[in-house]
C-alpha cells in the first residue's frame, strides 16, 4: 500500500521523471486550462454546425483519443465518430520525412457529409495536408480541421487549422493522449518532456 502511494506520488508530480531516466516533465497545460479550453470549442463547433443534420468526427489514431472523447461528449450536435491512423514521419531513415502513410482507414463513406479531422498536434503540418488531401478526395459536403495543440514555430506546410486549443512552443510533449515511445499518454495534464 506504502508503495502503491509512493509510486502515485512520482506519477503524479510533474517535475518527477516516471518512465524516461534522465527526462523530466514540465506541465504545459493544467487539466483546468484543457478542460475549458475543450469545453470553449465544442461550443464553438456545436455552433457552427447548429443546422448539419450529422457532423462526421473523424480522429486521428493514437494521440487524439482522449481529446475526442472529451470534445465529442460536450458536443451539444448529432454527431458520430470514426477513426483513422496514418504513420509518423521518420519511422525508416531511407523515407522522406514528410512522407505519410495510412495504416487504418474510416469505416463509413464520408461523401456528402459534414467532416471534422480531430488531430492531437499540428506540427510540420504533413499529417493533416496528408489527412486533408485524401479526404477531401470523397467529396464530403464540408471538411474542417480541429487540433488541440499546434507548434507554429515548426510548419513546413500550410495547413488550414479551423478550430485550435492551444498554440504551444517547440517542445515536445507528452499527456492527453500524446506519447513518447507509447508513454505518458495517460496523463492528464499536457506536460513538456525535457533532458
Ligand atoms: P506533423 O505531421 O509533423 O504535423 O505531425 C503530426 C503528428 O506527429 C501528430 O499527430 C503526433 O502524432 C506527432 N507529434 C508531433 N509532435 C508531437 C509531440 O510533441 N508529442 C507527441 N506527438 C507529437
Ligand atoms: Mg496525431
Redesign the pocket.
Known sequence: MVLAIAVWSLAHCSLLPLYAPGMALTTLIDDDAISTRVGELADEISRDYADAEELVLIG?L???FIFLADLSRRLTIPHRIEFIS?S??GERESEDP?A?RLILDVRHDIGGKHVLIV????????????LMRLLSARLPESLKAC?L?H?PD???VD?TIDYLGFD?PD????GYG???AEQYRTLPRIC??ER
Not at 498536434?121 to 495536408?129: E, Q, S
Not at 517542445?171 to 507528452?174: D, E, R, S
Open positions: 486521428v493514437k494521440g487524439s496514418v509518423s514521419y514528410g505519410v488531430e492531437d498536434i499540428v506540427d510540420t503540418g504533413h499529417t493533416l495536408a496528408y487540433t495543440l507548434k515548426r510548419n513546413e495547413v504551444i517542445v515536445w510533449v507528452v500524446l506519447d513518447y513538456a518532456l
